[in-house]
């Protein structure tokens, strides 16, 4: 391929991403699905006009460590910690019951097997993708009904940041376990390790980070090294640790959650991810979304996981909320409200993919999801809180 074509690429994919995700926007999508639809678009699939190639592999996968850098960098420690316990078991039943859910479906449609078989492994890492929350539809909804900070909102944010952080955890793992050649006793080493040298390391640098942050506020100079950070500890994660890449970047962004500047860095951040990298990571998926082997098995398939995605995040979080002595219709709005995929739904795939977890036709089934909770989500909070609304501020 000529250098200069790779230029009428990248055009062409700004131009289309933007486009589509302003359209997504006017149809109350998220933006990111509009901007999955124009790589599906202008893809081998349909237009043809961008063929995937490998300096596009390695922009996405820029792109993606850099957005879970920005997650990690916006992440609200003092939320997580005011919550407490009832936060941190909403979010394991929303990891562990998808989880399952995702396992369970795989095997369904394509065979019981038991590990460690790849089979059983594509099986888990489906459940894997299952495990993530996005929150920003519902903090929006919360916001504009009014309910953001009472109880109820405070405990679906927290338990939405703490639900993606256990859920990279558990990527973690499922990808060291697909070697053949990796004991399990290996991988959990090797992670405890990563989070021992993460926690010692990180309040070092975060030591440093703030003292400059301090003494130079508000300047480019930390933004600029806390992407230096983001970058070394996506290297140091993968080189040395065997952990994948966006765990390192997303550790990273919550070394530096707590410095003053954080919003300015992830600002800074969210420039990078706006105008360049983000619409070339999420045009990518629709790019490598494979429809030529889309079948009536793969449709039902789409429908199944859907529904088994949606129905185990209500169950899961709203059936511990309830345990925990909250309300049914409380309970069922702390189970709705968890429900929405989004980016890391997404970022979770794109990783399956690159280690052999997950087929390209497989992200149909992700869109599908991300497209049809985005939509139920508000709806549906918004009809439980009119019909059962709360006395809380």
């Known amino acids: 391929m000529e250098t200069y074509m790779i230029f009428r690429s990248l055009a062409i994919i700004i131009i289309c991403a933007k486009l589509m ?35 596009l592999v390695k922009l996405a996968e820029i792109g993606v460590v850099i957005l879970m850098f ?16 009832l936060a941190f078991l909403i979010a394991c039943a929303g990891v562990f019951v998808p989880l399952l859910g995702g396992t369970l479906l795989h095997m369904a ?33 919360l916001k504009e009904l009014g309910h953001l900070k009472s109880k109820i909102g405070t405990t679906i944010l927290a338990a939405a940041i703490i639900d993606d952080v256990i859920g990279i955890v558990v990527l973690t793992f499922v990808i060291g376990f697909r070697s053949d050649n990796t004991k399990v006793s290996q991988v959990i080493i090797n992670t405890i390790l990563f989070f021992i040298f993460a926690i010692v390391v990180g309040f070092i640098l975060y030591r440093l980070f703030n003292r400059a942050d301090n003494r130079f506020p508000h300047t480019r100079r930390i933004p600029i090294a806390g992407l230096a950070l983001c970058f070394a500890f996506a290297y140091i994660a993968e080189r040395f640790f065997g952990i994948a890449d966006i765990t390192g970047a997303y550790v990273a962004g919550i070394i530096l959650c707590s410095l003053h500047d954080s919003d300015y860095i992830a600002r800074k951040m969210d ?24 079948s009536l098995s793969i449709l039902w398939f789409s429908i199944a996981f859907v529904l088994v995605g949606l129905l185990c995040k209500i169950i ?12 049914f219709q409380d309970s069922l709005k702390i189970g709705v409200g968890m429900m929405t995929r989004g980016e890391v739904a997404l970022i979770v795939s794109q990783k399956g993919l690159a280690v052999g977890l997950l087929s390209p036709v497989y992200f149909t089934s992700v869109i599908l999801l991300i497209i049809v909770s985005s939509i139920a989500t508000p709806l549906l909070l918004k009809f439980l809180f009119i019909r059962h609304p709360i006395k809380e501020g």
Do not use: H
């Not at 599906?40 to 349909?46: Q, T, Y």
């Not at 105008?275 to 889309?294: E, Q, R, V």
């Open 316 to 327: 899961g979080c709203g059936l511990v909320a309830k345990i925990a002595g909250s309300s």
């Open 70 to 85: 920005e997650a990690g960098v916006t992440t609200d420690l003092r939320q997580l910690l005011k919550t407490g316990p």
């Open 21 to 55: 995700g302003i359209l997504a926007r006017a149809c109350k999508a998220p933006q990111v699905v509009g901007e999955i639809l124009a790589g599906l678009l202008i893809g081998p699939s349909l237009l043809g006009w961008v063929e995937p190639n490998d300096f």
């Open 109 to 141: 449609f394509y065979g019981f097997s038991a590990p460690p078989t790849p089979e059983f492994y594509k099986s888990l890492f489906i459940g894997v993708i299952l495990t993530a929350t996005s929150v920003s539809i519902t903090v929006e909804t």
């Open 271 to 294: 420039v990078n991810s706006y105008m360049f990298f983000g619409p070339i990571f999420f045009a990518s998926i629709g790019l490598k979304t494979d429809l030529s082997d889309f």
